[in-house]
């Protein structure tokens, strides 16, 4: 039997030695949950180990054929080029390894579930039942990027924690890089109506911008007491992460990278909509889509005709 290929965790990097230690931590358990596999995880940027140091380590462990899965929760910058630069010269600095390289991890329900808990822990520290929701409006905060696409993930990751959980909102902000920044947020959210606000960090560990959301937040909070603030946390090292990390293996290894299969209702158990998993699909008409020309309900046969003009 082959031995499967060992697992690489790509970092993105912290000034923070809390939000480093915490990536660290998050390997060591990978690792201790599949004691057969060689498990080593290293930074793109600002903290050590680097990620070529991971890889001689695994190197050195005879690891020939690795799977590396970037940590991040959206594709940016990171994911897209930086990794796959660093490990196509590792490639080269060590001749006869080979590797897949798995997907981001966000938006997937499992991580959604772990935010969902993060925002009823903020609702319970002030005395607020979790169920009631209707009023709460949720300020997600992305690390935000120069990468349009990037920014757009984590709308859609908003869109996927509102719909079917009966918040009152969730609107987007980022820390850096794109607009709105965490104030500009919170004014949008009270624009709407808002009066009862958490923000939510979508960020995987603690770290220097995961503060920064926090002091910000904290900071408009005091200069607009009529709004009830509150902040939720991280979402850490859960079991669902580890999981997920998991899953991102096994596709890797497999080359079962799916497009957006981890959101898709026909899949998955999305809250609101547990009726439509394993639905088979049909080709379906649009009315907004039909020629203009004629009217519905005339024995015209819909979907039999083209819809070129």
Same mark, same amino acid.
């Given at each position: 039997?082959?031995?499967?290929?060992? #697992? *690489?965790?790509?970092?993105?990097? /912290?000034?923070? &030695? @809390?939000? !480093? %230690?915490?990536?660290?931590?998050?390997?060591?358990?990978?690792?201790?949950?599949?004691?057969?596999?060689?498990?080593?995880?290293?930074?793109?940027?600002?903290?050590?180990?680097?990620?070529?140091?991971?890889?001689?380590?695994?190197?050195?462990?005879?690891?020939?054929?690795?799977?590396?899965?970037?940590?991040?929760?959206?594709?940016?910058?990171?994911?897209?080029?930086?990794?796959?630069?660093?490990?196509?010269?590792?490639?080269?600095?060590?001749?006869?390894?080979?590797?897949?390289?798995?997907?981001?991890?966000?938006?997937?329900?499992?991580?959604?579930?772990?935010?969902?808990?993060?925002?009823?822990?903020?609702?319970?520290?002030?005395?607020?039942?979790?169920?009631?929701?209707?009023?709460?409006?949720? #300020? *997600?905060?992305?690390?935000?990027? /120069?990468?349009? &696409? @990037?920014? !757009? %993930?984590?709308?859609?990751?908003?869109?996927?924690?509102?719909?079917?959980?009966?918040?009152?909102?969730?609107?987007?902000?980022?820390?850096?890089?794109?607009?709105?920044?965490?104030?500009?947020?919170?004014?949008?959210?009270?624009?709407?109506?808002?009066?009862?606000?958490?923000?939510?960090?979508?960020?995987?560990?603690?770290?220097?911008?995961?503060?920064?959301?926090?002091?910000?937040?904290?900071?408009?909070?005091?200069?607009?007491?009529?709004?009830?603030?509150?902040?939720?946390?991280?979402?850490?090292?859960?079991?669902?992460?580890?999981?997920?990390?998991?899953?991102?293996?096994?596709?890797?290894?497999?080359?079962?990278?799916?497009?957006?299969?981890?959101?898709?209702?026909?899949?998955?158990?999305?809250?609101?909509?547990?009726?439509?998993?394993?639905?088979?699909?049909?080709?379906?008409?649009?009315?907004?889509?039909?020629?203009?020309?004629?009217?519905?309900?005339?024995?015209?046969?819909?979907?039999?005709?083209?819809?070129?003009?």
């Amino acid at each position: 039997m082959t031995t499967p290929p060992a #697992l *690489l965790i790509a970092g993105h990097g /912290t000034r923070d &030695d @809390a939000g !480093a %230690e915490a990536f660290r931590d998050f390997v060591r358990r990978l690792g201790a949950r599949h004691p057969g596999l060689p498990v080593a995880g290293g930074f793109i940027e600002l903290s050590p180990p680097p990620l070529g140091e991971a890889v001689t380590e695994l190197v050195e462990q005879g690891v020939r054929r690795f799977a590396a899965v970037p940590l991040m929760l959206v594709s940016a910058g990171h994911a897209k080029g930086d990794i796959p630069a660093a490990l196509a010269r590792e490639k080269e600095r060590h001749p006869g390894i080979s590797y897949t390289y798995g997907r981001p991890l966000g938006p997937h329900p499992a991580l959604l579930n772990v935010l969902e808990r993060r925002l009823d822990e903020a609702l319970g520290s002030a005395g607020r039942t979790p169920g009631d929701r209707s009023d709460v409006t949720v #300020l *997600l905060v992305g690390r935000g990027s /120069t990468d349009p &696409d @990037a920014n !757009a %993930e984590v709308h859609k990751a908003a869109r996927l924690l509102w719909e079917g959980r009966g918040y009152a909102g969730v609107e987007t902000a980022f820390v850096s890089l794109a607009a709105p920044d965490v104030p500009s947020g919170l004014d949008r959210c009270v624009r709407l109506g808002a009066r009862r606000i958490v923000v939510l960090p979508y960020f995987l560990f603690t770290g220097i911008l995961p503060d920064r959301v926090r002091h910000q937040t904290e900071g408009w909070a005091a200069a607009h007491p009529e709004v009830e603030v509150l902040s939720a946390d991280v979402i850490g090292p859960e079991p669902e992460l580890l999981d997920l990390v998991w899953e991102r293996y096994e596709e890797a290894v497999k080359g079962d990278l799916r497009m957006n299969c981890d959101s898709c209702v026909y899949r998955i158990a999305l809250p609101g909509f547990e009726d439509k998993v394993g639905m088979p699909q049909q080709p379906h008409f649009h009315p907004d889509d039909d020629d203009h020309h004629h009217g519905h309900g005339h024995g015209h046969h819909h979907g039999a005709h083209s819809h070129a003009h």
